[in-house]
């Protein structure tokens, strides 16, 4: 999936939409996604501007907006439809190496569990097969049953 199915499945826009690519898509288990981390990005302004680090939280935003393409495309709904993911919790985040201009961040999440409206994904990103950051992300499906 390239960006225009990207935008049509998340409401995010420059510069907040994090999801470049989606590579693997199964419905209903899991994603394979990138982000390209260009030294052109904003936040590398005051992130550090000696030494350009992607932020964290950027990074758990990246991973919920794959999670976020997963679930929305797994129920079958976009933003048009009055449906929206939202970033509910987070826990178990662990970073394990910086990620800095030049690099692609890879997105992973696998639904773990979905009751009600919420649901539970694991997610990982990666740079050059070596883990960035692993989290358990929590997003709430607003406005499915309207």
């Known amino acids: ?85 939202l970033f509910a919790g987070v826990d178990g985040v662990r970073f394990r190496r910086r990620v800095v201009p030049g690099d692609q961040l890879m997105l992973e999440a696998e639904i773990d569990s979905a009751k009600r409206n919420i649901w539970r994904f694991k997610c990982r990103a990666s740079v050059d097969g070596e883990r960035a950051c692993e989290a358990t992300i929590l997003c709430a499906l607003q406005g499915l049953d309207r």
């Not at 350009?52 to 950027?58: D, L």
């Open 1 to 85: 999936m390239q960006i225009e199915g990207i935008k049509k499945l998340l409401p995010h826009r420059y510069p907040f939409l994090l999801v470049d690519r989606v590579l693997e898509l199964e419905l209903g288990k899991r994603i394979l996604a990138y982000k390209n981390i260009t030294a052109n990005e904003e936040v590398f302004n005051g992130h550090f501007p000696n030494e350009s680090v992607f932020p964290g939280v950027m990074i758990i935003e990246a991973m919920a907006q794959a999670a976020g393409v997963l679930g929305l495309a797994t129920v079958d709904k976009q933003p048009d439809d009055d449906v929206l993911y």
